[in-house]
């Protein structure tokens, strides 16, 4: 098993900043993609961004040049910089993990942006 622990969410005004992270923790062999994702009410689930098992990053389009994924191989944790946040960025946000293409998901944390 596979337990993702995620943090850092909250409220913050537009043009504002936060910083996620998401710690790793179980039986971890091989990962094949770790990152972020986020669901907004009524909205389907969608990639925010992802690090590859090679260490390649993916950004949404409309995260690009605001958010900022990195990773800690050491610790299995990685980090999501936002900034200059928008109230349309407000979701639940997702830490995922998958192996062995299999998909695990940590609880989600809540980010809130005020327009």
């Known amino acids: 098993q596979v337990q993702l622990v995620e943090s850092g969410g909250g409220l913050v005004q537009a043009g504002g900043s936060l910083r996620l992270s998401c710690a790793a923790s179980?039986?971890?062999?091989?990962?094949?993609?770790m990152g972020w994702y986020r669901q907004a009410p009524g909205k389907q689930r969608e990639l925010v961004a992802t690090?590859?098992?090679?260490?390649?990053?993916n950004y949404a389009d409309s995260v690009k040049g605001r958010f900022t994924i990195s990773r800690d191989n050491t610790k299995k944790t990685v980090y999501l910089q936002m900034n200059s946040l928008k109230p349309e960025d407000t979701a639940v946000y997702y830490c995922?993990?998958?192996?062995?293409?299999?998909?695990?998901w940590g609880q989600g944390t809540q980010v809130t942006v005020s327009s």
């Open positions: 995922n993990l998958r192996q062995f293409n299999w998909d695990y």
């Open positions: 690090f590859t098992g090679a260490g390649i990053t």
């Open positions: 179980g039986t971890i062999f091989s990962i094949d993609a």
